[in-house]
């Protein structure tokens, strides 16, 4: 019986893999220097991206983890909390033309905490 595509790429081991090549690209679209980055005028629509960008990263780590449900929704969010935070100082402290911004870290933490309670039926 032939499943649907994204139900065999939301199973373990390739839902790891889709983690850690999510995690991945977030972590080169927040080393690239701001000047790099294109410039949208649509308002704080970067904060909609953010929000997006780590709610679908704690939604894959969150199936990665072969765990009972809380377990692996608890851990998600401490790797994707943990990561976002990361992220915001190293672009302060090493990335060039880049800075921390306690909005894009709420942004991260909204889509952290948001996108799993929306699909923590389907984890």
């Known amino acids: 019986m032939l499943r649907p595509m994204p139900s065999l790429w939301l199973k373990r081991p390739r839902v790891v893999f889709l983690a850690i090549l999510w995690t991945g690209c977030i972590f080169i679209l927040s080393a690239l220097p701001g ?3 294109p410039q949208v005028d649509l308002w704080q629509s970067d904060k909609l991206v ?4 780590y709610g679908i990263m704690c939604y894959l780590w969150a199936r990665s983890i072969s765990k009972p449900l809380f377990s692996a929704l608890l851990g998600a969010v401490l790797i994707s909390s943990c990561f976002g ?7 302060e402290t090493f990335f ?9 870290v ?5 889509g952290v905490m948001l996108i799993p309670v ?4 389907r984890i």
Do not use: G, T, V, Y
């Not at 709420?106 to 909204?110: G, K, P, Q, S, Y």
């Not at 929306?118 to 039926?121: I, L, M, P, S, V």
């Open 35 to 37: 000047k790099d980055l």
């Open 50 to 53: 953010h929000a997006l960008m």
């Open 85 to 91: 935070m990361a992220m915001e100082w190293m672009q």
């Open 96 to 104: 060039i033309d880049r800075s921390f911004d306690w909005m894009d």
């Open 106 to 110: 709420l942004a991260n933490e909204i």
């Open 118 to 121: 929306f699909f923590r039926k």
